[in-house]
């Protein structure tokens, strides 16, 4: 089983920056694809952004320009940079992966960021 950690969440003004971090317990190249998800008060989660193995991302149109997914294979991390934050942002964001040897999507347990003056 992946266990997965989030971390950097916070409060932050509108227009500021946060990066987010989640660690994995094993390594990213065995995992077929990576993302991040967010759940705002009273709403469904959705995708903010997927990363896949052979480097192809997709991004939700509300974050295309203002939020960045990265990896560091060194360290079984993966971060999501926030700038431009919007209190629209304001939601527990969530780590996701999907393992090649099981098929399996294991989650994090989320960060909450809220963005507000």
């Known amino acids: 089983q992946v266990q997965l950690v989030e971390s950097g969440g916070g409060l932050v003004q509108p227009g500021g920056s946060l990066r987010l971090s989640c660690a994995a317990s094993e390594s990213f190249f065995s995992m077929y694809r990576m993302g991040w998800y967010r759940q705002a008060p009273g709403k469904q989660r959705e995708l903010v952004v997927l990363?896949?193995?052979?480097?192809?991302?997709n991004y939700a149109d509300s974050v295309k320009g203002r939020f960045t997914i990265s990896i560091d294979n060194a360290k079984n991390t993966l971060y999501l940079q926030m700038n431009s934050l919007k209190p629209e942002d304001t939601a527990v964001y969530y780590c996701k992966v999907r393992r090649y040897a099981d098929g399996m999507d294991y989650w994090g347990k989320g960060t909450l960021v809220t963005v507000s003056s």
């Open positions: 990363i896949y193995s052979g480097a192809g991302t």
